[in-house]
């Protein structure tokens, strides 16, 4: 009888692993589907590629939600396993969980309604008024909660979108830590405001060919050890970053505007040094993966802002971008110049100081609306009210307001706070880093990123998915999830240019 | 009871149509994996890239060989079905009977022996020594022959293999079309040789930058119909097609020689145009494809040869060249330097009359390795007396030799002839465009394509996969595949150049 057990013990095993390994290898097939149509389909291949993700999304379904798959872990319940095994077992039934008990049939609407709601979106912005999307919006935010029901009924239909993303974080840890940020800030932000350094204009303007942009960010990536032989670079309007494997990751770089273009390589080529270094003992189950959202953008925001837009690497490499640079008469005045703060009323352009504001106006609105107590008909007002309130901006139009970004017509509700949570997470972790590594600012000043990056992956990227991203920034640094952290950076980094 | 079968009937069909666009989907992404392998992929991708296609290969033998699909099958087959649904039935019954009998075991075990004997193979290129690819280039051509008696035990087992390339065609017939067109052909380099013109030399030298090479076959695309709506074009040393769907479709050109590059992108516009014209109301089934490789291979050809390397094109279209172009006096003379006639031992820089000299000579081999006649030690010297007979040429070394091309090393035994089958199916095809248009000519002369692409799609292209490439080439011209033709269109062409 033991015996018996035993070996069924083993092939529940077996399977799982089977299992794991392709769910594991359809979900890099769509991560290639994507970065493909962000580079290269024409534009005449969306009604195939909505197929092919279709019938992939489909097929990682009957691969998770099946009876054998359900014997097997019940199986592996009742026994005992490795460390390793249990870590992969928890994780399986969550990822399980997910997707159990929402049926096929509200996947298939809730697709098909993104589809409509996106390209209703797109309409809206074109013509400059949101009350167009309104209909297809509301819609989204009724589904939305509703599949928030299938998730987890218990839980407060937002908390159990957001835990999509960040998986162990709740609304109520996140609107206490958000309050704070935004108090804070508000302060920073007044003090910088009234600085004589304020009222200076920056006259710099960096011009530089594709080519040269180019060759200046793969010089870069060399420096973090990123070669072409695992990361290819490749060109899209918006960057981003599809992995398909540990030893294939695409990122991209828009190769417009070049300081732009150099930062957000920076900030991709963050997400690919983690993706190159995830447990290797770990291929192909869900543990192969970054913590959450917010932490992957954290490891991303440490080379993008704490190494990339730090004092200590400009003093340096300023003289590569000097002789495409006017307007400035040395790296001072270039690093003051890239760290300029002002309010905006677009996100996406906007400083270390204010962004943290932009996203927390998004997640108190999409808070309210999951939750139920804002209507849909109401958010573009509270958006316009929330922006003059943090930022002293009234939008001009609904463009420059809440149709700016498109994550809420697709209905990615629980998305937006881990964008505040990177930059809370590489504060924190960056600062373990400098205590942690001495020479760590001289190293940056060098561009040798090796102790940095041995560091990472000791500390985060070997971990993986084994745990949440809070418990191992804990780990790491001694703290949960610390926005305090975030603040000195901030004070002292801009104090002193603003003084 | 009437009722109740023809429920079962509508949903046995029903279901045909659900696998049908299942399998073309997967297909189709098995397209863009193979199109991301060439352009974009990262070398250390070959990892994960091979296990993609291992899990999606898997996927498409489950949705093929089960039993409700063959329940399916048996229903449809003993009812009254219209005229689509047989003939999509029909293909979907060979689409089946072609992998139902071949073991899984078998699968795996081949597609591991592929990568090791290509490896091999490269190796065996790069030391210069055939002799380092025997040992698994023999394992393979037995490999090929049990692969074989799988397909269909009956038939030789070449003609097996080539069904799978060119279905219908079987080495009897194209032994004794191979054996008159080599004939000819061989009459007519020697008259070729014989000429004056074939001892004067060409000086000419065409120079562009990638960006012109871009700019010029873009401005021919357009010519043919062909807008970056639907069509990407990528680049990769060897130019190839994808075809992940009707209206997303990936070519590449080198963007090297120029002449090359341009030539090449002819070709693999010519595989586009057919792909953007399949019958529209077959659309994901398996009839949504070109009927064979040969005929793909011939669609391409007259887009490169029979238009593409004609008088009446270069006329006129010589103007966008002449600036880049050294060495030549006219027009004329640029016409007679790329369709210079000269035995050279390799295959993909042969001209249009010695091209299928070479291709033969493999015919001749392959077929002989698969039916065990050549045993694999003796191909080496095969193929360089064989080289030595057809083309007056004794290659210097292996990799002038059989190394050349690595179409062997992976098995792809019935490949080759379909190459010389496009030739024989181009000319054909041409030559009734010419009778049924009478303003052909000039129409190519003013690059205006219009007429033939309406022609082409009539009668060729939006037949897709409904009967085999000799039916449809029959129904198009009147005749079966006819050597004859494709001579006569040499003759004329080439003993005006060499007179």
């Given at each position: 009888?033991?015996?018996?057990?035993?070996?069924?013990?083993?092939?529940?095993?077996?399977?799982?692993?089977?299992?794991?390994?392709?769910?594991?290898?359809?979900?890099?097939?769509?991560?290639?589907?994507?970065?493909?149509?962000?580079?290269?389909?024409?534009?005449?291949?969306?009604?195939?590629?909505?197929?092919?993700?279709?019938?992939?999304?489909?097929?990682?379904?009957?691969?998770?939600?099946?009876?054998?798959?359900?014997?097997?872990?019940?199986?592996?319940?009742?026994?005992?396993?490795?460390?390793?095994?249990?870590?992969?077992?928890?994780?399986?039934?969550?990822?399980?969980?997910?997707?159990?008990?929402?049926?096929?049939?509200?996947?298939?609407?809730?697709?098909?309604?993104?589809?409509?709601?996106?390209?209703?979106?797109?309409?809206?912005?074109?013509?400059?008024?949101?009350?167009?999307?309104?209909?297809?919006?509301?819609?989204?935010?009724?589904?939305?909660?509703?599949?928030?029901?299938?998730?987890?009924?218990?839980?407060?239909?937002?908390?159990?979108?957001?835990?999509?993303?960040?998986?162990?974080?709740?609304?109520?840890?996140?609107?206490?830590?958000?309050?704070?940020?935004?108090?804070?800030?508000?302060?920073?932000?007044?003090?910088?405001?009234?600085?004589?350094?304020?009222?200076?204009?920056?006259?710099?303007?960096?011009?530089?060919?594709?080519?040269?942009?180019?060759?200046?960010?793969?010089?870069f990536?060399?420096r973090m050890?990123?070669?072409?032989?695992?990361?290819?670079?490749?060109?899209?309007?918006?960057?981003?970053?599809?992995?398909?494997?540990?030893?294939?990751?695409?990122?991209?770089?828009?190769?417009?505007?070049?300081?732009?273009?150099f930062f957000?390589a920076l900030h991709?080529a963050g997400?690919?040094l983690?993706?190159?270094?995830?447990?290797?003992?770990?291929?192909?189950?869900?543990?192969?993966?970054?913590?959450?959202?917010?932490?992957?953008?954290g490891m991303a925001l440490i080379w993008e802002n704490m190494i990339g837009r730090s004092k200590e690497f400009w003093k340096s490499y300023?003289?590569?971008?000097?002789?495409?640079?006017?307007?400035?008469?040395?790296?001072?005045?270039?690093y003051?110049?890239i760290?300029?703060?002002?309010?905006?009323?677009?996100?996406?352009?906007?400083?270390e100081?204010?962004?943290?504001?932009?996203?927390?106006?998004?997640?108190?609105?999409?808070?309210?609306?999951?939750?139920?107590?804002?209507?849909?008909?109401?958010?573009?007002?509270?958006?316009?009210?929330?922006?003059?309130?943090?930022?002293?901006?009234?939008?001009?139009?609904?463009?420059?307001?809440?149709?700016?970004?498109?994550?809420?017509?697709?209905?990615?509700?629980?998305?937006?706070?881990?964008?505040?949570?990177?930059?809370?997470?590489s504060a924190?972790v960056f600062r373990?880093i400098a205590?942690?590594i001495?020479?760590a600012g001289e190293d940056i000043s060098a561009q040798e990123f090796s102790k940095v990056i041995?560091w990472l992956?000791?500390?985060?990227?070997?971990?993986?998915?084994?745990?949440?991203?809070?418990?191992?920034?804990?780990?790491?640094?001694?703290?949960?999830?610390?926005?305090?952290?975030?603040?000195?950076y901030?004070?002292?980094k801009?104090?002193?240019?603003?003084?």
């Open positions: 009888m033991i015996r018996a057990a035993a070996i069924r013990m083993e092939d529940a095993l077996k399977y799982l692993y089977k299992v794991q390994k392709e769910v594991y290898l359809l979900q890099s097939i769509e991560g290639l589907l994507e970065w493909d149509e962000g580079t290269n389909m024409p534009k005449a291949g969306y009604g195939s590629r909505s197929e092919h993700q279709r019938i992939i999304q489909g097929l990682i379904q009957e691969k998770l939600v099946n009876r054998k798959l359900e014997a097997a872990i019940s199986a592996l319940k009742s026994g005992k396993l490795s460390k390793r095994d249990s870590i992969v077992l928890e994780a399986v039934e969550k990822q399980v969980r997910r997707i159990k008990y929402i049926p096929v049939s509200f996947v298939r609407q809730l697709s098909k309604r993104q589809v409509i709601a996106k390209s209703a979106w797109k309409e809206a912005y074109k013509k400059n008024d949101f009350s167009i999307a309104l209909p297809d919006f509301s819609r989204m935010v009724e589904l939305k909660r509703q599949q928030a029901g299938y998730f987890s009924p218990e839980s407060m239909p937002y908390d159990s979108l957001l835990n999509e993303y960040e998986e162990g974080m709740n609304s109520e840890r996140l609107s206490g830590m958000f309050r704070q940020l935004k108090e804070e800030l508000s302060v920073l932000l007044g003090e910088i405001r009234k600085s004589q350094a304020y009222s200076k204009e920056s006259r710099m303007d960096v011009k530089m060919s594709r080519k040269e942009q180019k060759a200046i960010i793969i010089d990536l060399r050890g990123i070669s072409s032989e695992k990361v290819k670079l490749g060109a899209s309007s918006h960057p981003f970053t599809s992995v398909i494997s540990g030893s294939d990751i695409r990122i991209t770089a828009s190769f417009k505007e070049p300081l732009e273009s957000s991709e997400h690919a983690y993706a190159m270094n995830l447990p290797q003992n770990y291929n192909y189950t869900v543990i192969y993966n970054a913590a959450s959202y917010g932490l992957d953008e300023y003289i590569a971008f000097r002789k495409n640079t006017k307007g400035v008469q040395n790296w001072k005045e270039f003051e110049s760290n300029r703060v002002r309010s905006s009323p677009v996100r996406i352009s906007a400083d100081v204010t962004y943290c504001l932009h996203v927390i106006l998004r997640f108190e609105l999409e808070r309210d609306l999951v939750n139920g107590t804002l209507k849909p008909a109401h958010v573009r007002d509270a958006w316009n009210q929330k922006m003059g309130e943090y930022l002293g901006i009234i939008p001009k139009n609904d463009r420059e307001g809440l149709l700016q970004d498109d994550h809420w017509a697709s209905g990615e509700f629980g998305y937006f706070p881990t964008y505040a949570l990177g930059m809370v997470y924190q373990k205590e942690d001495p020479s041995e992956t000791a500390k985060i990227y070997s971990k993986g998915n084994s745990g949440t991203a809070e418990s191992i920034v804990r780990s790491a640094t001694g703290l949960p999830a610390n926005p305090n952290i975030f603040i000195e901030l004070r002292k801009y104090l002193e240019i603003y003084r």
